[in-house]
């Protein structure tokens, strides 16, 4: 079977899996919704992050722009949700556009300490334009029309939609992994100098990159703030939101096609417990973690997984091979 089709059938038993998660386990449908809703956003960071090798933690500024941008559509002008995600999309990929074009003339560390500036002036305006955002004191959606006659504040339907947007992370994700596009930008990852004597424009593919992960990333935000149902800026804005979904990818393995997804089961899995019966403390956990990953798998436990992978097949195949000269 060619390995297109493999992963594209591996990524619909994912799904199909997932879908079977409120039958299964009804009682804990937050969680459940944590883990497809942050995969789905860890797997669209990883697309600028991972693929691009362009490290951002500033992402929270598209999940409190699509969280934001939806609830005061729909609190001052009665747009639907599902309208207010469209508009939600279409400023965060405007917004990637000049973030973007702005902050790629910087890299490295230098483009890392932009992406947080920008995500932090977002903050502090969310925080000081309380006449529209409300301030530190949050919006509350109290009413929300009813998506094809489904209740929106229905934990399943939260469960599904949160799904549809992880399939859609996990699509372009696969196309990535195959497409010119993707190869491109895992040029420009290595060798940035390099991609671009070999004809490849770095500015036009990480906007484009850029472009992708806000627009995912700002429909997740969009979802998360039915899912909360009141937030503030302290909660979709803060820079934790956008370390945790670097930490997720780098976990489970940047660049690659279900590493994300594993660090988010595996951090949103084990995150209540920590925060329960650590409290605070449990950021120490994540710390560690992070420092037994770099130095243990800095290629993540996908990445790390593979290698053993490759491994264990060449060693069979040169004990394949010496087999009949020990005869």
Request: aromatic residues 12%; charged residues 10%; neutral net charge.
């Amino acid at each position: 079977m060619d390995s297109r089709l493999r992963s594209l059938l591996t990524i619909t038993i994912i799904l199909l899996f997932f879908a079977l998660y409120p039958t299964v386990f009804p009682r804990h449908l937050n969680l459940g919704i944590s883990i497809v809703l942050f995969g789905a956003l860890a797997l669209a960071w990883d697309v600028v992050g991972g693929w691009a090798g362009q490290l951002s933690l500033g992402h929270a500024a598209f999940i409190g722009t699509g969280a934001y941008v939806m609830t005061l559509l729909l609190l001052n002008f009665g747009l639907a949700p599902w309208w207010g995600l469209l508009v939600a999309v279409a400023v965060a990929v405007v917004m990637a556009l000049i973030w973007g074009w702005i902050t790629f003339r910087l890299r490295g560390p230098y483009f890392t300490l932009s992406t947080i500036a920008v995500a932090e002036i977002l903050r502090l305006v969310a925080v000081n334009w309380r006449q529209v955002t409300g301030g530190a004191q949050g919006l509350f959606i109290y009413d929300m029309p009813p998506f094809l006659g489904l209740d929106l504040f229905d934990r399943r339907v939260e469960f599904y939609l949160a799904l549809g947007l992880l399939a859609v992370a996990l699509l372009v994700t696969w196309w990535l992994s195959w497409s010119r596009f993707g190869y491109a930008l895992r040029a420009i990852r290595e060798d940035e100098d390099a991609a671009m004597a070999m004809g490849i424009n770095p500015t036009r593919n990480k906007l484009a990159a850029f472009a992708i992960s806000g627009a995912i990333t700002a429909a997740g935000g969009v979802l998360y703030a039915i899912f909360l149902s009141f937030f503030e800026p302290y909660g979709v804005l803060e820079i934790e939101l956008s370390v945790e979904l670097a930490l997720m990818s780098i976990i489970g393995g940047t660049g690659t096609l279900y590493g994300p997804l594993l660090g988010a089961i595996l951090l949103e899995g084990a995150g209540d417990w920590l925060r329960i019966t650590l409290g605070e403390a449990n950021l120490l956990v994540y710390g560690l973690l992070m420092i037994l990953i770099v130095r243990f798998a800095p290629t993540g436990i996908m990445g790390a997984a593979g290698s053993l992978l490759r491994q264990h097949r060449r060693q069979r195949r040169w004990s394949s091979l010496g087999a009949p000269a020990s005869q």
